[in-house]
């Protein structure tokens, strides 16, 4: 049985809990995509140049991290629209489930845009949310 993961985080995507739920998971095909986040006029003048270098150094040092767990992945960094950047990969890797990782309700705008349960509703696939307050020094999952 094969255990394809998607892994949907931006600036969380470093976070120690990560390595923890795909091994749980007993993933044997990771994808972490990383959306290469922009400010509004930034992108509606089309130079997402900064915020796809921002997402690539990010998803290097989250795939560096968790190969020093022992935990292959690939990783591409996707469009700003979470939903979107998930969906683009699900279209070249079909995972059984997404693991998708925010900050905490409040400093979450991917929270606040009800991402997790849109993908849930969309993607017809287990969600796992995976939090991560850095401030309060707190990670958890939230079931699926």
């Given at each position: 049985m094969s255990n394809r993961?998607?892994?949907l985080a931006n600036e969380t995507v470093e976070s120690e809990l990560l390595a923890h739920a795909i091994r749980a998971r007993e993933a044997t095909q990771v994808l972490i995509v990383a959306p290469a986040l922009n400010g509004r006029v930034r992108h509606w003048t089309s130079d997402d140049d900064d915020a796809h270098a921002a997402a690539d150094e990010r998803l290097r040092r989250s795939l560096d991290r968790?190969?020093?767990?022992?935990i292959p992945a690939n990783g591409m960094v996707g469009d700003a629209d979470p939903l979107q950047a998930a969906a683009d990969a699900?279209?070249?890797f079909p995972a059984d489930e997404l693991v998708i990782a925010t900050h905490p309700e409040g400093r979450s705008n991917w929270l606040a845009r009800s991402v997790v349960e849109r993908a849930r509703r969309r993607f017809g696939r287990p969600v796992v949310h995976l939090v991560v307050d850095r401030d309060r020094g707190l990670e958890y999952l939230e079931a699926a």
């Open positions: 993961i998607l892994v968790l190969a020093a767990s022992g699900l279209h070249v």
